[in-house]
């Protein structure tokens, strides 16, 4: 089973950037689609941004078409987050997810068994 560890968080100022990076062990990174989610104080976890195996398809929430990117390197394996133009409503936790031969499309709405433990993103106006 894949260890995924988050790390990029931190404190920024509305409109700034982040990038988070998602680190994996234990596994075969190519193996799996990854994606990222993210959980606000009272509320659910929510789909953020996926992408498949090879990194040639990417599914982005509606909420972040266009301010955010997803990548991937799978000679380091490690899946990123590119976040720009930053809102307050993109405060969250963020966790990062592997699903073992998934697809990119599919991932957003699957019960998924492989999470890192997350990285607090905090944004203020």
């Known amino acids: 089973q894949v260890q995924l560890v988050e790390s990029g968080g931190g404190l920024v100022q509305a409109g700034g950037s982040l990038r988070l990076s998602c680190a994996a062990s234990?596994?075969?990174?190519?193996?799996?689609?990854m994606g990222w989610f993210r959980q606000a104080p009272g509320k659910e976890r929510e789909f953020v941004a996926t992408i498949n195996r090879s990194g040639s398809n990417t599914y982005y929430a509606d909420s972040v078409k266009g301010r955010f990117t997803i990548s991937r390197d799978n000679a380091k394996n490690t899946v990123y987050l590119q976040m720009n133009s930053l809102k307050p409503e993109d405060t969250a936790v963020y966790y990062c997810?592997?699903?073992?031969?998934?697809?990119?499309?599919?991932?957003?709405?699957?019960?998924?068994?492989?999470w890192g433990q997350g990285t607090q993103v905090t944004v203020s106006s």
């Open positions: 234990g596994g075969t990174f190519s193996d799996y689609a």
């Open positions: 997810a592997a699903d073992f031969l998934g697809t990119a499309q599919a991932m957003g709405g699957k019960l998924l068994r492989n």
